[in-house]
Nanobody, 115 residues
Framework: QVQLVESGGGVVQPGGSLRLSCVASEITFSRYTMTWYRQAPGKEREWVASISSGGTTYYADSMKGRFTISRDNSKNTVYLQMNSLKPEDTAVYYC?????????WGQGTQVTVSS
């Protein structure tokens, strides 16, 4: 059974940093494009960043320069390094795996940016 398990969320002050991780199992991880999404209360799910199987990265404009997506295929893990966090970054962050066939989703990890 395919599983994506996110971790690393928490409460951080504005200007702080967090690193999220998403570990995948039962997929050939290296073939998948991995993506982070987020969903704030009362808002639609929002694309954050993606990394292709070849390592090319893509970012939403509001995350450029603050967030970095990376992957370690040897660990079946995708990361999201988040710096200079703002209160508006508060959301549940989800990881997504896409290749062919259905997408796979994790259960999400809560990030709260508050003083």
């Amino acid at each position: 059974q395919v599983q994506l398990v996110e971790s690393g969320g928490g409460v951080v002050q504005p200007g702080g940093s967090l690193r999220l991780s998403c570990v995948a199992s039962e997929i050939t991880f290296s073939r998948y494009t991995m993506t982070w999404y987020r969903q704030a209360p009362g808002k639609e799910r929002e694309w954050v960043a993606s990394i292709s199987s070849g390592g090319t990265t893509y970012y939403a404009d509001s995350m450029k320069g603050r967030f970095t997506i990376s992957r370690d295929n040897s660990k079946n893990t995708v990361y999201l390094q988040m710096n200079s966090l703002k209160p508006e970054d508060t959301a549940v962050y989800y990881c997504n795996a896409r290749f062919v066939g259905p997408d796979y989703w994790g259960q999400g990890t809560q990030v709260t940016v508050s003083s």
